[in-house]
């Protein structure tokens, strides 16, 4: 039976702490907490070596209807509520294979490292929610390992779970893990031209078609262009799924 210690990569088990590495984290979860309010931001913060969270935002997207400080207290017996079977064996398997990775990766550019992925969560109506789910080293012990790192939370673009990612620190797309043959893919990230990017933030603005051709002094004809080519660089077909995919893909 699956319990809270199999999210703990073996590899990546945090035993102890020196002085050195406790000086890392003064006060630092002031700052976490005031980007959070700042930005009504969905996140929270695991320390592996409590193996629970150590800080949970009041952003109800995550909290299945429950407090922060009740999802706070639960740690990762939240998960055992209030994710599907499916996806919580989804879980289990990217915190092997994720660390697996990770581990990998020179000890110098460990902190520089992403892996995003998504999951169904159980929210207060009974109805399931597709969520994307990026972690963050914050902090590591002197050998390496993954001592605290933070969660942000948003709805996915996608439209079923997996989709495990892991992007560098210049926020490309570096690797993607195929779920069915089991193995990680060399992934040529996406680039998107500077018109591309002025077409996401315009609409972002809720400008239309008309509005950001004038904007940016071209024809409707040309930004309609741009946006087929944008679409089909990501694989969506609307403004708003291009929205959140560039988003949830440092495209910007």
Known sequence: MNNKTDFFNINNTVLSLSNVDAQQTSDYLATIKAIAKLNNMCLYVIDYHKQGFEYVSENPLFLCGLSKDEVQEMGYDF??????????????????IGFDKYLQIPIENRLNYTI????KLINSENKTTLINHKLIPLFLTKDGKVWKAICLVTLSTSTQSGNIKVFNEKGQLTFKYNLNENYWINVKPIVLSEREKEIIRLSVKGFKVNEIASALFISSNTVKFHKKQLFEKLNVTTMNDAIFYSYNNYLI
Not at 80 to 95: G, M, Q, T, W
């Open 116 to 119: 995003c992925y998504d999951f």
């Open 79 to 96: 998960y055992f509520k209030f994710v599907p079977k499916e996806d919580l064996n989804l879980l289990l398997k990217i915190n092997q």
